[in-house]
C-alpha cells in the first residue's frame, strides 16, 4: 500500500508517490501535431507501466503552450478506453479520491498555472500498462511571416518569493524519464504555398512529398514535420517549428457551426501600418537573478545592445537591472538620448552579469509604474526575462493597473522560458510578446518590438459583428418576431470621416474595401448584445506585422453575421476594413468554439471580462462567486481544464484489488 501526498512543494517529474518519491517507468510519449492555418491540435499519448507488485499511484507535472486549450482527456487500460469527464476542481478530486478508496483506477487531470499542468495516475495494478492521450488547441502567432508552433518540453525552475503561498514544482520534463524517448510528428495543413519550414530549436527533417496524392492536388500546401534521427529522441528544450507560406497577412473571418448549431467566428488580421512615431520614453527592465547566468545573459546583453543602437533621436531611455535587489542606470531618472548617454549606457551594459540573486521583479515594476513619466513622451517597458518567478499573477495584475500610463512589452530569453508570465504581462500591458531561443537571432525581434513602441497606441479599436437580433440560422425557423426588418445587435457606423493613411492597406484589395468612417460607439450590453459574446471582451491594441485576433460565440439560433466591421482611431485618422463571408463559407467543428471559451475564461481569469464592465463600460466588482461559476460553466460546455475545472476519468477495477489511500495533503490546492 502506497500513500500518496503532495508533490507540488518539491520535486516533480513521474514519481510513485509515498514515503519517499520514486520515479515511476514512463515508458514512451508520443507528439502529435496538426497544424492548419493559424491553429494547431495537439495530441500528447504517454505510455506508463507498474512494474512494481503493489498498486501504485503516480504524479506527473508536465507544461503545455499557454495559449492552450485542454480539451480531451483518454485513458486506454488493458485494452478499454475510458473518455474523461470535465467537473468543477473539487468535485473532480473528490470523484478521484472516491474511486481510488474504492479500489477503480483514476486519473486526474489539473491547471496549477497557465502553462504547468498536473496529472495523478492511482491505482494502477501491477503489470498494468496506460496509455493516457491529452488534446489541446492552440492559435498560433506570426514570426517573420511564418507562424509559430511551440511544444513545451520543461518546466523551468522557478524562484519564489518569500511570500509567495503556491509554489510550483521546481523542475519538469514532457520526456521526464520516458525509456523510449519522445516522437514528434507534425501535420502542416496550409492555405496556400509552403515557402519555408524551419525549426530554431531542433534539427528535423520536413517532407512535403507526403501529399503528392492528395486531394487538392497542391503538395505544396502540405508538409509533414519530424524530428531528425531514427525513432524518438529525448528534448531537452522546447520544441519550435516555423512554417512560412503565401500570404500569411491576408485577413480571415472564419465561421465554425458546433454540433449544438452555435456560431463562432474569429477574426484574423496582420496589417501593416506607416505612422509617424511618437516621442516616447523608453524603460529596459532586465533580469540580472541567478537564472539568467551563461548563455540568456549574453542574450540579454546582446538584446540590450541592439536597442540601444535602435533608439530614435527624440527619446528618452533608461535601464533597470533587477534580482532580489534593483538599480536604475540613472537614479535621477530618464535621460534624453545623446552620444554621452548612449555611451555611459552601452558600457553599463557591456559589464552586467547574472549576479543579482533571487528573480523578484514585482518590486521593480512597481517603482517604475508608480513613477511619473517624463512630460511629453509616452512611456513604453520592456521587460527582458526568463520568466522564472512563481508569483505571476501578482506581476500580470499590477501591470494591467498601470497601462493607461505605460505600455509593457516582454522579450523571454532562453530555450526553457515561462510563457505564462512573458505573454501575460505583454497581454496586461497591451505590448507585444516575443521569445528567443538561445541559438535564435535577435535582430528580427528587437526591432519589431522597438517598432511597435514608436508607434501610436492603436488602442481604440472597434468591432462591428454586424448580428442581427430578429435572423434567425438555417436551423432555427423560430427565430424571427415578425416585428419587421431585423434589428442590428450593435451601433451603425458614424457619418464618414476624413479619409486615413492607408494603414490598413496590405488589407484593401484582399478584403476588397477599405471603409471611411468614425469608430462606432461603445456598444452597450442590452437585449441585442446578449445574442453574442466577444472573446477578449476588451479588444487588443493593433501593431504592425502582429496578428490581431478575435472571437465571437453567438446563442443557438442566431444566424452567424455576413459581414464584419473592424475600425482603428489612428492619428491620421479613422480607417477601417470589412471582411465579408457567405453561407457556403461556414464549415462544421468545435476548434474556434474552443479557443474563443479559452479566451472568455483567460477574460474572468485575468479580471477584464464582461462580467467585470457595466452596460456603461464603467468597471464593476463582481463576486467571486459569480465570477467563479461562469468559469466552470464555460470550462464543463466546452471540456476545458482551468483554474476552476478539470478532467477525471475512472475505470472500475477488482472489488479485491489492493487501494491506494489518499493522504488529505493530495487535496491541497
Known sequence: MLIAA??????????????????????????????????????????????????????????????????????????????????????????YERALAQGDSAQLLEQKRADVFQMRVGNLQPGQQADIKITYVADMKIEEDAVRLLVPTSVAPRYHPWTESDPIPRTGSLTSDAQDGLELRVVCMMPTKITRVHSPSHSIVADLATATNSSNN??????????????????DKDFVLLVAFEEPHRPRLAIEK?????????????????????????????????????????????????????LPADCYFNIVGFGDRYRLLFSDGSHKNSDASLQEASRAVARMEADYGGTEILRPLEAILGSAPVPGYERQVFLLTDGEVSNTQEVIQL????????????????????????????????????????????????????????????????????????????????????????????????????????????????????????????THRSQASCLFVQAPHEVPPVFSGSRFLLF????????????????????????????????????????????????????????????????????????????????????????????RTSFVAVQPGDSSAEAVIINSSSSSS
Open 6 to 95: 503532495d508533490v507540488m512543494h518539491g520535486c516533480c517529474g513521474l514519481y510513485i508517490v509515498g514515503p519517499r518519491l520514486v520515479p515511476v517507468p514512463l515508458r514512451h510519449t508520443n507528439v502529435l501535431a496538426k497544424l492548419v492555418d493559424f491553429s494547431v491540435e495537439v495530441e500528447v499519448t504517454q505510455t506508463y507501466l507498474n512494474l512494481t507488485t503493489v498498486p501504485i499511484e503516480a504524479v506527473f507535472v508536465f507544461p503545455l503552450d499557454e495559449r492552450a486549450a485542454v480539451c480531451g482527456f483518454e485513458v486506454t487500460i488493458d485494452g478499454k478506453t475510458t473518455v474523461g469527464e470535465v467537473q468543477e476542481k473539487q468535485q473532480a478530486r473528490q470523484t
Open 218 to 235: 497542391s503538395n505544396s500546401r502540405i508538409c509533414v514535420v519530424t524530428l531528425q534521427g531514427s525513432g524518438a529522441t529525448h528534448l
Open 258 to 310: 458546433g454540433a449544438d448549431g452555435s456560431h463562432a467566428c474569429m477574426i484574423t488580421l496582420a496589417p501593416k501600418l506607416r505612422l509617424d512615431e511618437v516621442p516616447a520614453e523608453f524603460v529596459f527592465v532586465v533580469d540580472r537573478s541567478g537564472s539568467m547566468g551563461g548563455k540568456k545573459m549574453e542574450q540579454a546583453v546582446a538584446a540590450l545592445q541592439l536597442f540601444l543602437r535602435s
Open 399 to 522: 501591470v494591467g493597473s498601470k497601462r493607461d500610463t505605460a505600455r509593457c512589452f516582454a522579450l523571454g530569453l532562453g530555450d526553457d522560458c515561462s510563457h505564462e508570465l512573458v505573454e501575460g504581462v505583454a497581454r496586461a500591458g497591451r505590448g507585444l510578446a516575443d521569445f528567443a531561443l538561445l541559438n535564435e537571432r535577435l535582430e528580427s525581434k528587437v526591432l519589431r518590438q522597438l517598432q511597435a513602441a514608436m508607434q501610436p497606441s492603436l488602442r481604440d479599436v472597434s468591432v462591428d459583428w454586424n448580428v442581427m437580433v430578429n435572423q434567425p440560422s438555417e436551423n432555427d425557423s423560430s427565430g424571427s418576431s415578425g416585428s419587421g426588418d431585423p434589428e442590428p445587435a450593435v451601433a451603425e457606423p458614424a457619418a464618414p470621416a476624413a479619409p486615413g493613411a492607408g494603414v490598413f492597406d496590405s488589407l484593401n484589395a484582399a478584403a476588397g474595401s477599405l471603409l471611411d468612417f468614425t469608430s462606432p460607439a461603445k
Open 552 to 643: 465571437c460565440m453567438l446563442k443557438p439560433g442566431v444566424a452567424p453575421p455576413l459581414r464584419v466591421c473592424v475600425s482603428a482611431k489612428t492619428p491620421d485618422g479613422v480607417l477601417a476594413v470589412e471582411l465579408a463571408s457567405s453561407p457556403a463559407d461556414v464549415f462544421e467543428g468545435s476548434v474556434i468554439h474552443t479557443l474563443a471559451a479559452r479566451e472568455l475564461i483567460r477574460d474572468l481569469e485575468e479580471g477584464r471580462s464582461f462580467l467585470h464592465r457595466r452596460p456603461d463600460n464603467v468597471p464593476a466588482m463582481p463576486a467571486p462567486a459569480e465570477v467563479n461559476a461562469e468559469i466552470v460553466r464555460l470550462g464543463v460546455a466546452h471540456k476545458l481544464v482551468s483554474s
